[in-house]
């Protein structure tokens, strides 16, 4: 059964750093697309970056130049680096297998001084 555990969050303050993993298993991993979503309290849970195993990749506008989204394949791992984050930012993250309803437990940012 696949499995996606999602690790890196935390408490931050603003302006601040913070990098998610996700890991998975190889054989999912080595042909999908991969993406990160965030789900604040009261609000629908939005896509936030996306990159196929190509290296393709896609951000939300409300992110693009503060978060960076990789992939280790050798490693069936996929990162969210978040600088410069914001109190509104603030959500519990999660990563999908892109065209598939696998996600991981999420894991919480939260952006507070």
């Known amino acids: 059964q696949v499995q996606l555990v999602e690790s890196g969050g935390g408490l931050v303050q603003p302006g601040g750093s913070l990098r998610l993993s996700c890991a998975t298993s190889?054989?999912?991993?080595?042909?999908?697309?991969m993406g990160w979503y965030r789900q604040a309290p009261g609000k629908v849970r939005e896509l936030v970056a996306t990159?196929?195993?190509?290296?393709?990749?896609y951000y939300a506008d409300s992110v693009k130049g503060r978060f960076t989204i990789s992939r280790d394949n050798a490693g069936n791992t996929v990162y969210l680096q978040m600088n410069s984050l914001k109190p509104e930012d603030t959500a519990v993250y999660y990563c999908n297998i892109i065209g598939t309803t696998l996600w991981g437990q999420g894991t919480q940012v939260t952006v507070s001084s």
């Open positions: 190889g054989s999912i991993f080595n042909h999908n697309a």
């Open positions: 990159m196929t195993n190509g290296g393709s990749t």
